[in-house]
Nanobody, 111 residues
């Protein structure tokens, strides 16, 4: 059974940092591109960052220079380091390992 479990969300003040984790079981994170998405209330999910199986990374313009996606194949976990957080980063963050999704973790940034 494949599971993706996000953690690390919470409440932080603007300018602060959080590190999200996406722990995978039943499937290896190393074999495929993985992504972080976020969803604002009443909106569709938007792509935040991509970690390719080949090692490259891409970011949404809104998070470039502030967020860093990475993965630890030995721990079978993907991460999203989020620095210089802004109130507009407040959302539920999800990881995916196609076709599987996690249940999300809430990030709230106060001004």
């Amino acid at each position: 059974q494949v599971q993706l479990v996000e953690s690390g969300g919470g409440l932080v003040q603007a300018g602060g940092s959080l590190r999200l984790s996406c722990a995978a079981s039943g499937i290896a994170v190393s074999i495929r591109d993985m992504r972080w998405y976020r969803q604002f209330p009443g909106k569709q999910r938007e792509l935040v960052a991509v970690s390719s199986s080949g090692g490259s990374t891409t970011y949404a313009d809104s998070v470039k220079g502030r967020f860093t996606i990475s993965r630890d194949n030995a721990k079978n976990t993907m991460y999203l380091q989020m620095n210089s957080l802004k109130p507009e980063d407040t959302a539920v963050y999800y990881c995916d390992h196609p076709p599987y999704w996690g249940h999300g973790t809430q990030v709230t940034v106060s001004s």
